[in-house]
């Protein structure tokens, strides 16, 4: 079921960036795109890479975090080691970065362009173990949609 969802809103991506390049537009109206149709949700947004730090970018949600440092935090982690980083329970991540209090659940995922991450998607839940294995392999669909679209790659 999860699978044809994740289908189905890739193709409303590709419609929705097909001709944008764009960085900022893109990832405004890609943040507005899953913050609609993903339920349980209370931030959804990137992170774009600036030398060794994550900085703010196009989100849905409340008041975020500005900077995060490289490596630090579950997007810095998720940056610096090029790897989705799926978090039950960010209260049991070491170093987590609570931007929000609310947040209970998060999964980000690196956007790349030739080879290096230049963003990350960040999304955050209130609910405990909201992401499963199927929400992190279409996420990562997602973005690769998002790369392709802006990157050509």
Known sequence: ?????????QRQAEALLAGEDDLVAAMANFSA????????????GF???????????PFQGKVACTRIPWGKGVCGTA??????QRIADVHQFEGHIACDSASNSEIVVPVRHNGEVVAVLDIDSPRFNR??????????GLVRVFEKALFGQ
Not at 47 to 57: C, E, I, N, P, S
Not at 79 to 84: I, R, V
């Open 47 to 57: 992170y774009v890479r600036r030398d060794q730090l994550l900085v703010l970018g």
């Open 33 to 44: 795109l899953l913050n609609e149709h993903l339920e349980d949700l209370n931030w959804v």
């Open 79 to 84: 940056a610096a080691s090029d790897t989705t």
């Open 131 to 140: 992401f499963d294995e199927a929400d992190q392999t279409g996420l990562e």
């Open 1 to 9: 079921m999860k699978h044809a969802f994740y289908d189905t809103l």
